[in-house]
T-cell receptor
């Protein structure tokens, strides 16, 4: 069975500073990887996804992530955060077949301090 | 397009009551999913469907039933609600790999 570990439950960062949210996955088969963002009292919105090809993936709102197969990681980064980035961020994997549901990490709460 | 919609947005039940949550999508997606979100737990898959008339169990299916009589709708039922089912429920749909989520239903069981 697949699992996803988000190493930090909460990350406080000052506005305009860079941030990295860490995600590690375990799988014996090829995986597809996703980062979702959840703003307060809202549903989940896709930030970016890795399906194949380039290991550096760019998403919306200036976020990017790098797929590292040898370290089984998919860390999310942004060079300069804004107050509006305050949200819960979820890393997720999908088995190779695509029809099964996503396996989510427990989430990382990004707190932007002015 | 409305995308994925969920009805109702909020609901309070007493232990032992039953209810049905409705998910509808207008994107003609084959796959649909029900997840629950609990604090510190992320989202966990309850049931899913790969097409009209088919359903399958996810990670946490106990206490829930589902039906997919029409391609655009996926119903989640609680026959006898328990306080442990207090949660936020999200529906999602997908065509291939990217899942689109609804706004959620906040359910409280007293």
């Amino acid at each position: 069975a697949q699992s996803v570990t988000q190493l930090d439950s909460q990350v406080p960062v000052f506005e305009e500073a860079p941030v990295e949210l860490r995600c590690n996955y375990s799988s014996s088969v090829s995986v597809y990887l996703f980062w979702y963002v959840q703003y307060p009292n809202q549903g989940l919105q896709l930030l970016l996804k890795y399906l194949s090809g380039s290991t550096l993936v760019k998403g919306i709102n200036g976020f990017e992530a790098e797929f590292n197969k040898s370290q089984t990681s998919f860390h999310l980064r942004k060079p300069s955060v804004h107050i509006s980035d305050t949200a819960e961020y979820f890393c997720a994997t999908l088995p190779g077949g695509g029809a099964d549901g996503l396996t989510f990490g427990k989430g990382t709460h990004l707190i932007i301090q002015p | 397009n409305a995308g994925v919609t969920q009805t109702p947005k909020f609901r309070v039940l007493k232990t032992g009551q039953s209810m049905t949550l409705l998910c509808a999508q207008d994107m003609n997606h084959e796959y649909m999913y029900w997840y629950r979100q609990d604090p510190g737990m992320g989202l966990r898959l309850i049931h899913y469907s790969v097409g009209e008339g088919t359903t399958a169990k996810g990670e946490v299916p106990d206490g829930y039933n589902v039906s997919r009589l029409k391609k655009q709708n996926f119903l989640l039922g609680l026959e006898s609600a328990a306080p442990s089912q207090t949660s936020v429920y999200f529906c999602a749909s997908s065509y291939v790999r990217e899942q689109f989520f609804g706004p959620g239903t906040r359910l409280t069981v007293l």
